[in-house]
């Protein structure tokens, strides 16, 4: 399986977001549900519509915080999302200990955003403390896909999804 490597870490929205991107990551939040076959190919036909996989970045920010974990989202396969472990050494890709993520809530291993039929998903892992999408909590193991304008909360920690042209 080929890795992918986060392009930026903790980079001030200050500096990194043109006003254009920072609407992006103001951007009122939407409810989330499943997609059946029929809903799913639709989304996929509407995606590539919109060029979605076209040099796009994943930009998420850790809310009261400055600062953004940036990936190209073309090249996402698997994003684990959780907190550092003392008793394995292992930590995963948004490893959210800075942020405050052990006291918030979040666990070792939380969540993980996935690509599947081209398009991306956040999936809980059977977190002690719960994934939520726009407040709706994700029953363990059910992705759900991720839309501009999201905010995921693991635990109490939230962050803000949002995707800018990379270009």
């Known amino acids: 399986m080929e890795s992918i490597s986060l392009i930026h870490q903790s980079t001030p929205v200050q500096e990194?977001?043109?006003?254009?991107?920072?609407?992006?990551?103001?951007?009122?939040s939407v409810a989330t549900r499943a997609l059946g076959d029929a809903g799913l190919e639709k989304l996929?036909?509407?995606?590539?519509?919109?060029?979605?996989?076209?040099?796009?970045?994943?930009?998420?920010?850790?809310?009261?915080?400055?600062?953004?974990?940036?990936?190209?989202?073309?090249?996402?396969d698997d994003i684990g999302i959780g907190r550092y472990?003392?008793?394995?050494?292992?930590?995963?890709?948004?490893?959210?200990?800075?942020?405050?993520g052990g006291i918030k809530g979040v666990s070792r291993?939380?969540?993980?955003?996935?690509r599947r039929h081209g398009s991306l998903y956040i999936v809980d892992k059977g977190?002690?403390?719960?994934?939520?999408?726009?407040?709706?909590?994700?029953?363990?193991?059910?992705?759900r896909i991720l839309c501009?304008?999201?905010d995921v909360s693991l635990g109490q920690l939230v962050f803000h999804v949002a995707f800018v042209s990379s270009n």
């Open 109 to 114: 291993e939380h969540a993980a955003i996935l």
């Open 44 to 76: 996929q036909q509407k995606l590539e519509e919109i060029g979605f996989g076209s040099l796009r970045s994943l930009v998420l920010s850790v809310r009261d915080s400055k600062y953004l974990f940036t990936f190209d989202a073309d090249s996402i």
């Open 85 to 100: 472990d003392y008793h394995t050494g292992s930590a995963p890709m948004m490893d959210l200990a800075d942020y405050g």
């Open 16 to 28: 990194a977001a043109t006003e254009h991107d920072a609407a992006l990551l103001t951007a009122d």
């Open 127 to 143: 977190s002690s403390n719960g994934t939520y999408l726009n407040g709706q909590r994700l029953p363990p193991g059910e992705p």
């Open 148 to 150: 501009d304008g999201d």
